[in-house]
């Protein structure tokens, strides 16, 4: 075996009186110094990252991400249309941005230089509550399989006042990514009840808006593209901790809300009104049925409340549909996960057979328009309706199926109990 002092590193030459560390291989042949296993290291791990980031955004086609929103969310075509293009050109988007960052740093040529560099869409949704707009985004992140988080925007507010930083809106897609910084600066963040941040009047009061304009400004460099700092455990509680940082220039934000009175905005820009003896006057209490995928333009929703800077970062607007009863029957069965099979699934565990006739369908679907909640509504018949029933379940050794009509949920009659006998003879 060769004297350690007379060695030098196999791979630079850097003989070991030199070297810090010099490792001998297991037959004592080679010998490698410690500047070349940082080295190696750092070249694994640049390596490593590269395979973990192209596997990741892997993305299926906007027509095979439509098709799974079809599964789960009933109607809201064009919105499926919309969302489904979005992330698909986002994640296309990376991974373009990617490839030419990294041909950029190998061939640092004038042609590299002048490479086009495509930015993001960020999303804004419109629709009236109950029509589906955090089911379609819940969904779309399950079927992407991305990191996800859902923040609530009326419960923040500006830095130093009672409520949530806007950082906190990050912190929640950080931890959906159990902490791996480079996995959530690659995801999905909805922010509900976006509407509520509109300025409470078009002139500035003497007062600061900081629960509505002030968040829409704080909001707008998050938005946007930049390197924020993200207090592990809630700033305002432990102001001493480290500060995580993560890169928003690939996040897509998607917004949605209700926007209650954005058609009157509309109707009142879109009215021919005019002036003078041979004027066309028309009833005020006519409105126009607003589509929100034509019809809405930015200075609408500038008028609304939304500041010039926030509504430009949101370029990509799409609306959802008012749910008819049709289209309410249809959430009531179709859907993999809908309320009814959910029940079904729920008696079945009892030892039940549960049906619905299709009259306490239509029911039910009516019931929900009258409340005027969208599909929420249907839960909440549902629960108010069923539970009578799972209190009083009868004896499953003797009835095998149950059978819920109109009745049921109209004058609060008994369901239809079918005895396991009676079964077995019907066969």
């Known amino acids: 075996m060769k004297e350690i002092d007379m060695c030098a590193c ?16 297991p037959n004592g042949d080679s010998f ?38 079809d599964h789960y969310v009933i109607g809201q075509e064009q919105a499926k249309k919309v ?7 986002h994640y296309k988007r990376i991974n373009y941005n990617y490839h030419n960052k990294i041909d950029g740093k190998k061939n640092k040529d004038e042609q590299n230089k002048n490479v086009l560099e495509l930015e993001k869409s960020n999303v804004l949704m419109i629709g009236p509550t109950g029509s589906g707009k955090t089911l379609l985004v819940k969904t779309l992140a399950r079927v992407l399989d991305v990191p996800f988080a859902i923040a609530d925007a009326t419960t923040l507010t500006e830095a130093g006042y009672v409520g949530e930083d806007v950082e906190n ?49 704080a909001l707008l460099k998050i938005i946007e593209s930049t390197v924020a700092s993200v207090p592990p455990q809630g700033g305002r509680k432990h102001p001493q901790q480290e500060m995580l940082q993560i890169d928003t220039t690939n996040i897509l934000f998607i917004c949605g809300g209700a926007f209650v009175g954005l058609e009157d905005v509309v109707n009142k820009r879109l009215s021919t009104a005019s002036l003078g003896f041979n004027a066309n006057i028309k009833n005020s209490s006519e409105k126009k049925k607003i ?24 370029p990509i607007v799409t609306g959802l549909d008012d749910l008819d009863q049709k289209a309410l ?6 859907p993999r996960n809908s309320l009814i099979k959910q029940y079904k699934q729920m008696f079945k565990i009892d030892g039940f057979d549960l049906e619905f006739e299709d009259d306490a369908i239509a029911f039910i679907s009516q019931q929900a328009i009258d409340l005027k909640t969208g599909a929420r509504g249907i839960r909440t018949i549902m629960e108010n309706k069923m539970l009578e029933l799972m209190f009083d379940l009868p004896d499953p050794k003797v009835y095998g199926k149950i059978i819920v009509t109109r009745d049921f949920f109209a004058n609060g009659g008994e369901p239809i109990l079918i005895k396991k006998e009676d079964e077995v003879q019907a066969v």
């Open 10 to 25: 196999s791979f630079c030459g850097k003989p070991q009186k030199a070297a810090k560390k010099l490792i001998a291989s």
């Open 32 to 69: 490698i110094c410690d500047d070349c296993v940082r080295i190696c290291a750092d070249i694994i791990k640049e390596e490593s990252m590269k395979v973990k980031v192209f596997k990741d955004l892997i993305i299926p086609s906007p027509k095979e991400i439509k098709n799974s929103l």
């Open 83 to 89: 969302l489904s293009v979005a992330v698909f050109n």
């Open 169 to 217: 809106v990050l912190l929640k897609l950080i931890q959906n990514a159990d902490y791996d910084i480079e996995k959530a600066q690659r995801g999905i963040i909805y922010i509900d009840e976006i509407d509520k941040l509109a300025r409470k009047g078009e002139n500035r009061s003497l007062t600061r808006d900081v629960g509505g304009e002030g968040v829409q400004q």
């Open 291 to 314: 589509n929100f995928n034509t019809d809405v333009q930015p200075d609408d929703l500038i008028k609304f409340g939304l500041i010039p800077e926030f509504v430009g970062r949101l």
């Open 329 to 334: 029957q249809r959430i009531l069965v179709e």
